[in-house]
C-alpha cells in the first residue's frame, strides 16, 4: 500500500532561512486531522528561534487517508509515519502528537529511535485505558460508538444531511463544541462520513492499548522494558484524567528523561483550548 495514498502533506510553516534545524511533524487525535495543528503549527513556525520545517499528515483512517485499512495497531501507525519520513526524505524528525497521535509517536520512538530527536506528548500516556477504570476513555468510547449508531440509523432511515447527524448526536454528546468536531468529519457535499467509522469503533480496543513487540523482546508477542533515552516533554491538561499518578512509573520506563508540564484549566484537547501556552511550552522545548 503506497504512501501516497496514506498522507497528505501540509507543510504549515516553512522558514526561509537555510533549514538547519530538525522538521517537526504534528500527529493528530481520534477523529482529528492535519488541519487541527495548521494554525497551531504556523504560529509556532513563525515563533521558533531555531528555523524549522513544521509538518502535518493525516493518519491512518482520517483526514484525508485513502485507501481506508482494516488495522488500526501502533506499530503499523507508527510504521506509516516512517514510510512518510522515508519518502519525505526526512532521516530524523522532532514528533508532537496528541492523544492517539501521542502514542503513536511514543511507539514510533521506542520501535524505531534511530528517527526520533525529540517527543512532544499532548495528554496521553504509554498505557492500556479501560473504560471500566477510566472515565475520560469511556466517554471517548461511548462517542464512537453513538457515532456508529448514527451512522446506523442513516442507512436505515436515510438521514442523509450534516443537520440530521448534527440532531441525532445531541442526546448523546450534548457539547455542541464537541458535536462540531465530530462532524468535522462528516462530508455535506456528499452527504457521507469522510472516515471509516466502523473500522474504527472495531479497532477502539488497539486505540486503547499500547501494545508494542519492542526490540529488545526475546518471544513474539512479548512486550519489553526497552526505553527511549532521548528527551521527551509531555504536557497535560489539568482538567484531564488521561495523564494520571498511577501512570507515571510507565512512562518513567518508557521514557526516562521525560518533563511533565501541566496546563491548568485545560482539558483532553490541551492544544485547542490553550493555544497560546501550547505553542510556548513547545517553543521552549524545540528552542532550548
Known amino acids: 500500500m503506497g ?20 522538521p517537526v511533524l504534528f500527529l493528530h487525535g481520534l477523529l482529528g486531522s492535519k488541519r487541527n495543528f495548521a494554525t497551531l503549527g504556523k504560529t509556532l513556525g513563525i515563533q521558533l528561534d531555531k528555523p524549522r520545517r513544521v509538518l502535518g499528515v493525516d493518519l491512518r483512517n482520517h483526514g484525508d487517508t485513502l485507501p481506508w485499512s482494516e488495522s488500526m495497531s501502533y506499530p503499523q501507525m507508527a510504521k506509516d509515519v516512517i514510510n512518510f519520513l522515508d519518502s519525505q526524505n526526512i532521516r530524523k524528525v522532532v514528533l508532537v502528537g496528541h492523544s492517539m497521535g501521542g502514542k503513536i509517536a511514543q511507539a514510533l520512538a521506542l520501535l524505531h529511535p534511530e528517527y526520533v530527536e525529540g ?14 477504570e477510566d472515565p475520560h476513555w469511556r466517554a471517548v468510547a461511548d462517542i464512537m ?26 442526546q448523546k454528546i450534548p457539547d455542541p463544541a464537541l458535536r462540531a468536531f465530530v462532524l468535522t468529519n462528516f462530508d455535506s457535499k456528499n452527504n457521507q462520513w469522510k472516515i471509516p467509522i466502523s473500522t474504527i ?79 510556548a511550552l513547545i517553543k521552549r522545548y524545540l528552542d532550548r
Open 119 to 132: 517527543l512532544v506528548v499532548i495528554d496521553i500516556a504509554p498505557v492500556r485505558y479501560s473504560s471500566k
Open 201 to 279: 469503533v472495531d479497532e477502539l480496543e488497539q486505540i486503547a492499548g499500547f501494545d508494542l513487540v519492542l526490540p529488545s523482546a526475546t518471544n513474539a508477542g512479548e512486550s519489553s522494558s526497552s526505553s527511549y533515552e532521548g528527551d521527551v516533554f509531555i504536557i497535560n491538561g489539568g482538567q484531564s484524567r488521561f495523564v494520571r499518578h498511577a501512570y507515571m512509573d510507565q512512562i518513567a520506563s518508557f521514557f526516562p528523561n521525560h518533563m511533565l508540564t501541566t496546563i491548568r484549566g485545560a482539558g483532553h484537547w490541551v492544544h485547542a483550548e490553550a493555544p497560546d501556552d501550547t505553542v
Open 145 to 170: 460508538h453513538a457515532i456508529n449508531d448514527t451512522e446506523t440509523t442513516t442507512m436505515e432511515n436515510k438521514i442523509i444531511t450534516k443537520r440530521d447527524i448534527d440532531l441525532s448526536l445531541r
Open 3 to 22: 504512501l501516497t495514498y496514506f498522507f497528505k502533506i501540509r507543510i504549515l510553516a516553512a522558514q526561509l532561512l537555510e533549514q538547519q534545524h530538525t
